[in-house]
């Protein structure tokens, strides 16, 4: 396949980009910052809020040629202000989405975020893909945007996008809670494969961590997708030691996140 990677010099973007290549898909980076040294692909320096910007790097890539998907990676990974979360999460997709219905592209991966439902108490039991809505952060609200903005685009246009729900993307776990979210670099390249080549999955959602032991989110509708984890955090938990987790951080979703280290106006300082 063809593939855009956008965020392609980031933490998933370098791991995702080396692994689609190495799958023998055809990558195209884009991002804010030039590539890498020693990158072997294509690559766009682009603003992916900037429509104009993006319009033009597809209209580029399916002149004369064809693009299978966009996988979007870009995106602050951290909580910012409101209106830079919507900026960053929700226009950047925005844009990408217009430019793949104007040169039709079907299929869009994106790097959503446990954040989304990070608001959601543990007491509730597994997480699952019906959970409602329920951010922690503006981070996760706009999260959630992007998740009902994608939805619509499916809606109104058929094209197939898989919202991967990413818990903690590291090269080994870090945290108490990272034994429940980790996702390993591996099962990352095979969560997006999966997400890539599933065939006709409309709007789909799956969470995106390893096969931890202890993890309680939902495996299953990844697995529908053809998403088989294969790490498990537990490898590394006596590395990690028996100390306590913040009883805070253990209470839902988002772990630190729904804490109130993160509570401030929506506008203004
Ligand atoms: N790292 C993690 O554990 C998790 C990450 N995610 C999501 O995955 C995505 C990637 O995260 P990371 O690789 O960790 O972040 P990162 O900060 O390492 O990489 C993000 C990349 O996107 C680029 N970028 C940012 N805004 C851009 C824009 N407007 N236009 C073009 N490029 C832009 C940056 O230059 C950077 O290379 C983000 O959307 C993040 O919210 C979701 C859940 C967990
Ligand atoms: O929940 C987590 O562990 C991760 O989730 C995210 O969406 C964030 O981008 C990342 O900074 C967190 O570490």
Known sequence: MRVLVSGAAGSLGRVITAGLAGLGHDVVGLDLVPAPEGTTFPWHEADCADADAVEAVVAALTTGGTLDAVVHLAGVPEELSLPDELTSHVITTAALLDAMVAHDVPRLVYAS???????????????????????????????????????????????DVVSCRIGSFL?????????????????GLRMVEAALTTPAPGYAVLY????????????????????????DAEAYAARIGAGAEDEAEAAFVGGPFATAEFHRPALGS
């Open 113 to 159: 975020s446990n954040h989304a439902v990070g608001r959601t108490p543990r007491a509730d039991g597994e997480l699952t893909e019906h959970a409602l809505p329920r951010p922690d952060t503006y981070y996760g609200v706009a999260k959630v945007a992007a998740e009902a903005l994608m939805r619509l685009f499916v809606d109104r246009h058929g094209i």
């Open 171 to 187: 090269e080994e776990p870090t945290t108490l809670r990272g034994l429940s979210t980790w996702l390993s670099h591996a099962d």
């Open 208 to 231: 995106g961590i390893s096969a931890n032991t202890r993890a309680w989110w939902d495996l299953e509708p990844g697995r529908r997708l053809g998403y088989e984890p294969q790490d």
